[in-house]
């Protein structure tokens, strides 16, 4: 797309209309002392070719030698090439918001089979059409057990992820919800004794991750239970949904909502987004549901056809009736991942997540006889947390190697004493046996 900046007579043909002398008086309203007060530092503007010279240039720094063994919520997976072909179709440049469901097949169609997909993997009777990410779509579930039960204590583990946790803060800051955090175990799963002492008949939801952030699968039936006797909604949180092509649905075990996100499929890392957040519920709950919903019909002809079905958002109905101020989904990311899934089909996703579970081990394996042990006793996927010693050094250490070694787990839980040396690593299908053993001998040497 290129740029064709305004002349001065548009400009001053769109001020005159809005009544304002000038462009500085269309932000009078910002306090003087929070300006910038002087021109931004920028070199020189380039002509296209010595434009995409230096962006070569800078590409070139880039240490692409070897995948990153951190996860943390992003996760390197392959993504087929065609996939990004697929999403250059013609059948997907329609109008980008499908309010015109007869020019707007294509995006219509392509959210529909997403929405099939992630009631494949959760076992939920209903998705929605994409959520931001998965961090929203973590305080979306919150909002919406709120309204569905009228309580207003939300349960969290402590295993969940961090930032994640954050943005549910920051979402429920402007409401009454209280949110009450429980710890985890030895084995890096929920403490389930602090869970059921935390869930009372005030809880609209517990949320826990799935597998968690620390890599574990958590105990989410029994989880489950103590939410179910308490009349509360259990909310499974999957960053890693490769993991559900292994793992039994959440939907299979007690969970009312899953959300998370589907970055691992048909999405590369992008320095940490944009990725597509999913969102799955119940059927008796699909009115509480944030965003909007694909539905398939059939036209006058007896063709089939997509439209939106329903559209809760605010952008959509009044706002006090809306369900969530959210007025977008991630439409192409949503549309990678419903490409690179349709490719895998259920039994490529199925080998793909054991191929993973199989590098796990194999890291486990390698970094055992380096002489590192797993912090955690509880069963993970394919990511787990590695008593190091100094992680930061660890990670400083192999940084000059060109190995991204891994998350440091005390910058998120600085006073827990297993978080002390321990460093979260995650082995994919990018991870092969002589790039493991040789990250496992480094972080010994």
């Given at each position: 797309?290129?740029?064709?900046?305004?002349?001065?007579?548009?400009?001053?043909?769109?001020?005159?209309?809005?009544?304002?002398?000038?462009?500085?008086?269309?932000?009078?309203?910002?306090?003087?002392?929070?300006?910038?007060?002087?021109?931004?530092?920028?070199?020189?503007?380039?002509?296209?070719?010595?434009?995409?010279?230096?962006?070569?240039?800078?590409?070139?720094?880039?240490?692409t030698?070897?995948?990153?063994?951190?996860?943390?919520?992003?996760?390197?997976?392959?993504?087929?090439?065609?996939?990004?072909?697929?999403?250059?179709?013609?059948?997907?440049?329609?109008?980008?918001?499908?309010?015109?469901?007869?020019?707007?097949?294509?995006?219509?169609q392509?959210?529909?089979?997403?929405q099939?997909?992630?009631?494949?993997?959760?076992?939920?009777?209903?998705?929605?059409?994409?959520?931001?990410?998965?961090?929203?779509?973590?305080?979306?579930?919150?909002?919406?057990?709120?309204?569905?039960?009228?309580?207003?204590?939300?349960?969290?583990?402590?295993?969940?992820?961090?930032?994640y946790?954050?943005?549910?803060?920051?979402?429920l800051?402007?409401?009454?919800?209280?949110?009450?955090?429980?710890?985890?175990?030895?084995?890096?799963?929920?403490?389930?004794?602090?869970?059921?002492?935390?869930?009372?008949?005030?809880?609209?939801c517990?949320?826990?991750?799935?597998?968690?952030?620390?890599?574990?699968?958590?105990?989410?039936?029994?989880?489950?239970?103590?939410?179910?006797?308490?009349?509360?909604?259990?909310?499974?949180?999957?960053?890693?949904?490769?993991?559900?092509?292994?793992?039994?649905?959440?939907?299979a075990?007690?969970?009312?909502?899953?959300?998370?996100?589907?970055?691992?499929?048909?999405?590369?890392?992008?320095?940490?987004?944009?990725?597509?957040?999913?969102?799955?519920?119940?059927?008796?709950?699909v009115?509480?549901?944030?965003?909007?919903?694909?539905?398939?019909?059939?036209?006058?002809?007896?063709?089939?056809?997509?439209?939106?079905?329903?559209?809760?958002?605010?952008q959509?109905?009044?706002?006090?009736?809306?369900?969530?101020?959210?007025?977008?989904?991630?439409?192409?990311?949503?549309?990678?991942?419903?490409?690179?899934?349709?490719?895998?089909?259920?039994?490529?996703?199925?080998?793909?997540?054991?191929?993973?579970?199989?590098?796990?081990r194999?890291?486990?394996d390698?970094?055992?006889?380096?002489?590192?042990?797993?912090?955690?006793?509880?069963?993970?996927?394919?990511e787990?947390?590695?008593?190091?010693?100094?992680?930061?050094?660890?990670?400083a250490?192999?940084?000059?190697?060109?190995?991204?070694?891994?998350?440091?787990?005390?910058r998120?839980?600085?006073?827990?004493?297993?978080?002390?040396?321990?460093?979260?690593?995650?082995?994919?299908?990018?991870?092969?046996?002589?790039?493991?053993?040789?990250?496992?001998?480094?972080?010994?040497?």
């Amino acid at each position: 797309m290129r740029y064709h900046p305004h002349t001065p007579e548009d400009i001053r043909a769109m001020l005159d209309a809005i009544g304002a002398k000038s462009v500085p008086e269309l932000f009078d309203s910002i306090p003087e002392k929070l300006r910038l007060g002087r021109a931004l530092d920028l070199p020189p503007a380039l002509d296209e070719i010595a434009l995409f010279a230096e962006f070569g240039r800078l590409a070139g720094r880039n240490e692409t030698a070897h995948p990153p063994f951190v996860g943390a919520g992003a996760y390197p997976h392959h993504v087929p090439p065609v996939v990004d072909q697929l999403l250059l179709r013609g059948e997907f440049f329609t109008a980008y918001t499908p309010y015109q469901p007869e020019i707007s097949q294509g995006t219509l169609q392509a959210l529909f089979e997403w929405q099939t997909f992630v009631c494949l993997l959760t076992g939920m009777d209903v998705s929605n059409a994409s959520m931001y990410d998965g961090a929203t779509a973590t305080a979306e579930a919150a909002l919406m057990a709120a309204r569905i039960t009228g309580r207003k204590k939300i349960v969290v583990s402590a295993a969940l992820h961090p930032e994640y946790r954050k943005v549910l803060a920051t979402y429920l800051r402007s409401t009454r919800d209280e949110i009450v955090t429980v710890p985890f175990g030895s084995d890096g799963r929920t403490d389930l004794a602090a869970l059921e002492k935390a869930v009372g008949a005030d809880t609209a939801c517990v949320l826990l991750g799935y597998p968690n952030f620390l890599g574990v699968v958590d105990a989410l039936p029994e989880a489950a239970a103590i939410a179910k006797k308490a009349g509360a909604l259990t909310v499974s949180v999957t960053a890693e949904a490769v993991a559900l092509g292994l793992l039994q649905a959440p939907g299979a075990l007690g969970a009312d909502v899953a959300v998370g996100t589907f970055q691992s499929f048909g999405n590369p890392l992008s320095f940490g987004g944009p990725f597509p957040g999913f969102f799955a519920t119940r059927e008796a709950n699909v009115r509480q549901m944030p965003g909007r919903i694909c539905g398939a019909t059939t036209d006058k002809q007896g063709r089939r056809g997509f439209v939106l079905t329903l559209s809760t958002r605010e952008q959509h109905i009044r706002r006090e009736k809306a369900t969530s101020n959210i007025c977008t989904n991630s439409g192409l990311c949503a549309l990678a991942s419903t490409i690179h899934l349709g490719l895998l089909g259920r039994n490529g996703l199925a080998e793909l997540a054991r191929l993973n579970h199989g590098r796990a081990r194999m890291l486990r394996d390698a970094m055992k006889r380096s002489g590192f042990g797993t912090v955690f006793t509880g069963p993970v996927f394919n990511e787990q947390v590695f008593d190091v010693g100094d992680a930061e050094a660890v990670v400083a250490r192999l940084a000059k190697k060109g190995l991204v070694a891994g998350a440091p787990l005390g910058r998120w839980y600085p006073d827990h004493p297993r978080a002390k040396g321990a460093l979260l690593c995650v082995a994919t299908e990018l991870h092969g046996p002589e790039l493991i053993e040789l990250f496992a001998q480094a972080v010994r040497s």
